[in-house]
């Protein structure tokens, strides 16, 4: 195998699969990438077994193949190069790469490309086709909300449901829930219900993010196709193809408050800053922070034996029954740190009960934090 590529396009294929090399796996061949030549350029691909990620990038073939190397080293090596045409050639017989670029000379070990795992199978017929921009921000609005305790393994990831043209995504940890609805414009009959496990989607959200798909039809889309326990995700040259979280995801709908008729409208970037001044003093364990509502005020109080105890309070538009509660500032900060809005709306019932909060002119995107005993 032998070609030349230009750095900048070398790097971009690197750096979208670093995230999926294995560096401590117990096969050490999952710490390398596979390169193989096409036609017209270069497949990179990586697995870890649960995810693959496969791109291609252009480049000038001279002799095609394919070769294993250490991922983390390779793209360290091409970071560092300056900005010129990179040419590398594989040594199959002694299993090296040489890499040459303008006076920089760098030979690397590799193992036999013909042990690297296969790239999962994949249909080519799509269930699902969603914006990018779409999925980006559900992706955005919900991970935070992902369960990391394996012992809910349902929960370690974001469920995804496609019916008609609305398209949900949902992620909690049994401590509080993020929900966002939407009208996706593309329609689609037959329902899609599927949990993307969370480093799946933290990948899948870093290819939209630097992707630059357009389709032909003035908007950037993904298609989805599911198989059994695995859904290929595609942006252009790029595909992502995952290992699905196998169960039923909790009836999250049940656990959505209809009434909580205490609404409290806040400004949002004002109450981030002073929840965020409150914390600094609230128990390092539970995060905890009594949220005090009465006309037109809120309190924020937070109180620890070892630290001492903060106050503050910030104006806003409430006219019911004086309520308190215990809540988890970090979960809340987590909310407003994406909701992306001028006002939000706490919606409360009594210290007892959950909490939900919205945007004041969208009540499709619905985050509940759970209370804590005061």
């Given at each position: 195998?032998?070609?030349?590529?230009?750095?900048?396009?070398?790097?971009?294929?690197?750096?979208?699969?670093?995230?999926?090399?294995?560096?401590?796996?117990?096969?050490?061949?999952?710490?390398?990438?596979?390169?193989?030549?096409?036609?017209?350029?270069?497949?990179?691909?990586?697995?870890?077994?649960?995810?693959?990620?496969?791109?291609?990038?252009?480049?000038?073939?001279i002799?095609?193949?394919?070769?294993?190397?250490?991922?983390?080293?390779?793209?360290?090596?091409?970071?560092?190069?300056?900005?010129?045409?990179?040419?590398?050639?594989?040594?199959?017989?002694?299993?090296?790469?040489?890499?040459?670029?303008?006076?920089?000379?760098?030979?690397?070990?590799c193992?036999?490309?013909?042990?690297?795992?296969?790239?999962?199978?994949?249909?080519?017929?799509?269930?699902?086709?969603?914006?990018?921009?779409?999925?980006?921000?559900?992706?955005?609005k919900?991970?935070?909300?992902?369960?990391?305790?394996?012992?809910?393994?349902?929960?370690?990831?974001?469920?995804?449901?496609?019916?008609?043209?609305d398209?949900?995504?949902?992620g909690?940890?049994?401590?509080?829930?993020?929900?966002?609805?939407?009208?996706?414009?593309?329609?689609?009959?037959?329902?899609?219900?599927?949990?993307?496990?969370?480093?799946?989607?933290?990948?899948?959200?870093?290819?939209?993010?630097?992707?630059?798909?357009?389709?032909?039809?003035?908007?950037?889309?993904?298609?989805?196709?599911?198989?059994?326990?695995?859904?290929?995700?595609?942006?252009?040259?790029?595909?992502?193809?995952?290992?699905?979280?196998?169960?039923?995801?909790?009836?999250?709908?049940?656990?959505?408050?209809?009434?909580?008729?205490?609404?409290?409208?806040?400004?949002?970037?004002?109450?981030?800053?002073?929840?965020?001044?409150?914390?600094?003093?609230a128990?390092?364990?539970?995060?905890?922070?009594k949220?005090?509502?009465?006309?037109?005020?809120?309190?924020?109080?937070?109180?620890?034996s070892?630290?001492?105890?903060?106050r503050?309070?910030?104006?806003?538009?409430?006219?019911?029954?004086?309520?308190?509660?215990?809540?988890?500032?970090?979960y809340?900060?987590?909310?407003?740190?994406?909701?992306?809005?001028?006002?939000i709306?706490?919606?409360?019932k009594?210290?007892?009960?959950?909490?939900?909060?919205?945007?004041?002119?969208?009540?499709?995107?619905?985050?509940?934090?759970?209370?804590?005993?005061?």
């Open positions: 195998m032998e070609f030349k590529i230009a750095r900048e396009e070398f790097l971009k294929g690197l750096q979208k699969v670093q995230g999926i090399v294995d560096t401590k796996g117990v096969m050490p061949i999952l710490s390398n990438i596979l390169i193989k030549t096409q036609p017209s350029g270069i497949d990179i691909f990586a697995t870890d077994l649960d995810i693959g990620i496969r791109g291609s990038y252009g480049a000038k073939i002799s095609k193949g394919s070769a294993t190397v250490n991922g983390r080293k390779l793209h360290e090596i091409v970071r560092e190069l300056p900005d010129e045409e990179i040419h590398l050639k594989s040594d199959k017989e002694n299993n090296w790469i040489n890499i040459t670029c303008k006076k920089s000379t760098f030979k690397i070990a193992l036999p490309a013909e042990e690297y795992p296969a790239f999962p199978a994949y249909k080519e017929e799509k269930d699902l086709c969603i914006e990018i921009n779409l999925l980006k921000e559900m992706l955005r919900t991970n935070f909300s992902i369960s990391t305790d394996e012992t809910r393994y349902t929960l370690n990831g974001v469920l995804l449901e496609s019916e008609g043209k398209i949900s995504m949902v909690t940890d049994g401590h509080r829930l993020a929900c966002i609805k939407k009208s996706n414009g593309f329609d689609k009959k037959d329902k899609v219900e599927i949990i993307i496990p969370k480093k799946a989607q933290a990948e899948l959200l870093k290819i939209l993010e630097a992707g630059d798909s357009d389709q032909g039809n003035g908007k950037k889309t993904i298609n989805i196709s599911v198989e059994k326990n695995h859904a290929a995700f595609k942006v252009d040259k790029m595909i992502l193809v995952t290992r699905l979280i196998d169960g039923r995801f909790p009836n999250y709908r049940q656990v959505i408050p209809e009434d909580n008729n205490n609404n409290v409208v806040i400004d949002s970037e004002l109450f981030l800053h002073a929840l965020r001044r409150v914390a600094i003093l128990d390092e364990k539970s995060r905890m922070v949220f005090g509502v009465q006309k037109n005020l809120m309190t924020l109080v937070s109180d620890n070892e630290l001492g105890e903060a503050e309070e910030i104006d806003v538009e409430y006219k019911g029954n004086d309520i308190t509660i215990g809540l988890n500032a970090k809340v900060m987590d909310i407003l740190n994406v909701i992306n809005v001028e006002k709306v706490f919606k409360l009594d210290a007892d009960s959950s909490c939900l909060i919205t945007p004041t002119d969208n009540e499709n995107y619905r985050c509940i934090v759970m209370p804590m005993r005061i």
